[in-house]
């Protein structure tokens, strides 16, 4: 050990196979004095990525001498080994170069974020003037090289294979002691029973005043977490923070200690801790009255964000259109954005929406020219032009510029693809979470179900879907939902 004199004898099996070295844990006693703070991220042949802590020893052997750092196991897979010596110590003896796996910190080193030099102008701020981005360098991507997306290698996963697993995944038998009957589950608001074999969880989302159906959400054993972890957070997911994606699986998926999983998770997240995360402390204000909600789609908020890295099709800026009431957001992107192109993304959101009866907008040349003027008096549509440099005016759609620019930097960060690329896929993942001051997402508050995402294509494939009910048992449910809502509307 690191500091102490004692020599132990060790069994070493030299492995030209591995990437990684590892050690027992038992071998020496391992402490804090040890432990380098960060784990090694390794996948072995089961395609499973697991987290393994690394620490400091001195190791005396004829392929290594002196001080190393080793990942620690609780157990090896060939008995009466105590280290297994990979390539990264040893790989020199045979091959010329050698490949080492990534190396995750729970919390990011100082100075360790270099992405904002490559994309100087994909960070998280709320508002970016005209006059700030004139004295920023351009930079432009003229790489038009885009890596495909492609799923995880074990996405594809029979019911059969997850009915093994649950059984024998020791961290579920007391659910299965906990099994409900058909006639028992009806009657409570959660529950544990028996879908075709596979243990699943009747769950009930927005606590006992939710008068919709309740959530049937597949219990996933430890094997195929990581795989549900990296769908729900990684890549096109948009590496969302921990509230996010713990409710985003919740609407699909369970586990004990779900919430301490992802949190884990997503602090050795490589990706996260490249880009960062916005920790912007929101200033105390007085609260003031706000108006009624308007029908959705019926109050519009519209800015643009740029210039951003030159996509392949040459776009450097992005409308942003968002709906007051339900917070739901689009985004176009745009080469330029004078009047004439505005209007015609914009033309492109009321196509599928329909005609808003307001539009909110701040002082910018193009939303305040003749050619504005008269599309809001043909569609006979109110212009309200926000306070000249008071961004907070339009605070919904400043906020979601923050979200949006960094799951652009994200996504330009591990997938170093084009960022307009993979625009309607973040799209999709920032409309499909909870929106906190709604407390619903905004693909529910608009079509009124959950969209079908990632997640779900995933429990479609481990479970069948609930039959279409008859005519009969929808417009029974129907009633029943409006009966609920009316009385808790009047109380």
Not at 22 to 47: A, H, M, N
Not at 462 to 482: C, G, H, I, T
Request: charged share 20%; net charge neutral; hydrophobic share 35%.
């Amino acid at each position: 050990m690191i500091g102490t004199e004692v020599k132990i004898p060790v069994t070493i099996l030299r492995d030209t196979g591995a990437s990684e070295s590892f050690i027992l844990e038992d071998v020496l006693p391992f402490s804090f004095l040890s432990d380098t703070g960060t784990s090694v991220l390794v996948r072995g042949i089961g395609l499973d990525v697991m987290s393994v802590p690394l620490h400091r020893v001195t190791l005396s052997s004829e392929l290594v001498s002196g001080e190393v750092v080793i990942g620690v196991r609780p157990s090896l897979p060939v008995d009466g080994v105590d280290i297994i010596m990979g390539n990264n110590l040893a790989g020199d003896k045979v091959w010329p170069d050698t490949f080492s796996s990534p190396v995750v910190l729970s919390v990011p080193l100082p100075g360790s974020d270099e992405s904002h030099k490559n994309y100087p102008e994909v960070f998280t701020a709320c508002a970016v003037t005209r006059s700030m981005t004139s004295t920023q360098p351009r930079v432009t991507s003229d790489s038009a090289v885009v890596k495909p997306f492609s799923l995880p290698d074990n996405f594809s996963v029979s019911p059969s294979e997850l009915l093994q697993e649950q059984q024998l995944d020791s961290s579920l038998h007391q659910l299965f002691e906990r099994v409900m009957s058909p006639e028992e589950i009806r009657n409570v608001a959660h529950g544990y029973f028996l879908q075709d074999g596979i243990l699943v969880r009747k769950w009930i989302p927005h606590g006992s005043d939710f008068a919709g159906d309740p959530i049937i959400q597949v219990v996933v054993p430890e094997k195929y977490r990581s795989l549900v972890l990296q769908i729900s957070h990684d890549k096109l997911a948009g590496h969302l923070g921990v509230k996010k994606t713990y409710h985003r699986i919740l609407c699909h998926f369970f586990w004990p200690k779900l919430k301490k999983d992802v949190s884990q998770y997503i602090k050795t997240c490589h990706t996260c801790q490249l880009t960062g995360k916005p920790n912007q402390k929101i200033k105390p204000a007085p609260l003031f009255p706000i108006p009624a909600v308007s029908p959705p789609f019926e109050h519009l908020i519209i800015d643009c964000v740029g210039p951003l890295p030159r996509s392949k099709s040459g776009s450097i800026y992005l409308l942003t259109v968002m709906c007051a009431s339900t917070r739901y957001p689009a985004a176009y992107p745009l080469r330029t954005i004078t009047a004439k192109s505005v209007v015609k993304a914009l033309t492109q959101f009321i196509s599928i929406f329909g005609i808003p009866k307001i539009v909110q907008s701040d002082q910018g040349s193009n939303f305040t020219s003749h050619l504005f003027s008269q599309v809001w008096k043909l569609l006979h549509i109110k212009h309200n032009k926000a306070s000249a440099y008071h961004a907070q005016s339009q605070g919904a759609l400043e906020r979601f510029h923050q979200t949006l620019k960094s799951l652009l930097r994200s996504y330009c960060t591990e997938m170093e693809g084009d960022w307009e690329q993979g625009l309607p896929w973040l799209m999709l993942s920032a409309r499909e979470v909870c929106q906190e001051s709604t407390g619903f997402s905004p693909n529910d508050l608009v079509f009124g179900h959950t969209v079908r995402g990632p997640l779900a294509v995933l429990r479609d494939q481990w479970v069948e879907s609930a039959p279409p009910k008859n005519l009969q048992s929808y417009v029974n449910d129907f009633k029943r939902r409006l009966y609920e809502a009316g009385n808790r509307a009047n109380t």
